[in-house]
């Protein structure tokens, strides 16, 4: 594989562990959706409003299977496509290859559907198709099973060969093919410039910590668009010419902005002694299944020297839970919540809305017994059906819905069975073309532009 073919993997890659997260959360016992294939069309570019420079972000074509059993036990199997403009799901594709995109985004972002519309149409589909997910896999397990059999395998040929192969076969190239992958992703100095695969996990500094202010502004990171922990021995190599501070803890924090450039953050964050490796007190924990835990199990925890926000790094059987830190008032210790990575599920509203409500103000068992409660009475039950989904669920969900400005507009206009019968008309419309989670999604949208609509005229006529 060439340079090329190793980034978009890398992209695809790390988008599709994104995407899993999200999709095993709608997931239900009678609904399984499935990624197929992605492909990563490139970058959309398009003006801020505000200073007039250019921004980017990722345009992806993800296409799912979607299996459906319904009341008589029969299953249904349904073939989807749907276009994003980074994390964020803005149309689906018809068979002739035309965008439907989502009335809210089309509506309020017109600069951005422009943008994804001028990309869509300068890829072909003949490109797409061979940098897509599934085809650059299988040039990258070619190349293996060239080197583990000794003789030149081609990417049409793989699946032939591996049908021939043992279990124990198997098992041998798996850990040839992750093997490859480490000598791959140690870090040479040139590498370290740009951190391109050695991440351990990427934090994307742009999500809302509670509705109201993203990371980077929590922690005063506005120049990054990303943040990597990475093993402290992996820093070694980025330190070697730059001369910057190396800590001695398990993980340290890597920087990267928006044109590759990167920067260990070491010198940005100083080390919290009194937690981590050697903690000497617990930290209270809000984590990404709502709960809340008491413990010292951060190996690593960063303090911003510029408005002493902390970040807390968890190993979790090769994993890192990541946490975001405030000090409380009255007991000056930590009071957290988990971070979304590209490895850990998306955090629920709820869970966000706790911590800014508190904003560090509650002790720490006031918090904790708050979470718990809300993890009592909130419930993952998926009991009731139309389209084999929680209807109360997702009622609820639209209903407690925070806009962009931290708003709760739909709550306050809107009555729970208007929106259980608008969520229902449109499920019953729209679910032959788009996905239930678009559905919803939309519902949200347009509730919300709604209600702001109301709230306006109302004061108007006050």
Known sequence: MNKKEKEILNIEQSFKDTLENEIAEQNTENKK???????????ATWKDKVNGKDISDAVFIVEKQIKEINENGKERITEQKNYYLGDKCIGGGLENNDVIYQSNFANSEPDKMQAVS???????DKELNEYSLNNLQNKELAEVLSAYLGKKIKPEEVQTELDKMSE?????????KEENKKEENSLTDKQAEKVKVNGIQKVDLNTKVDGKENLAQRLDLKEYDSIFVIYSDNIKDISKKSKEKINNTTY?????????TAKVLNDEFEMDKTVGNNASREQTKVRADSTATRDNKDQSV?????????????NDMGNVNMFLYQKTKEE??????????????????????VFNRNQGVYQNDKVQDEIEEHTENGGKEYTETHEHIDIDYYVR???????????????????????KDKLL??????????????IIENVKNEMDADAQIYTREHKLEQ
């Not at 000056?332 to 809305?353: A, F, M």
């Not at 962009?404 to 009555?415: A, K, L, P």
């Not at 008309?425 to 073309?433: A, E, I, P, Q």
């Open 33 to 43: 959706v499935e990624i197929k294939d992605i492909k990563y069309v490139g970058k």
């Open 118 to 124: 001028d990309l869509l149409e300068k890829v072909s």
């Open 168 to 176: 124990e076969e198997l098992e041998e190239l798996n850990e040839e």
């Open 252 to 260: 340290s924090l890597v920087g990267m902005k928006n044109d590759g």
């Open 302 to 314: 960063y303090t911003r020297k510029s408005n002493g926000a902390s970040i807390g790094c968890e």
């Open 332 to 353: 000056n210790e930590n009071v957290g919540i988990q971070i979304e990575t590209s490895k850990t599920k998306k955090i629920p509203v709820e869970t966000r809305r």
């Open 397 to 419: 969900q639209i209903q407690n819905y925070e806009n962009e400005d931290g708003e709760q507009s739909i709550n306050e206009v809107f009555t729970e069975k208007e929106i």
């Open 425 to 438: 008309r449109d499920l019953d419309k729209y679910k032959d073309k788009i996905s239930t989670e678009q």
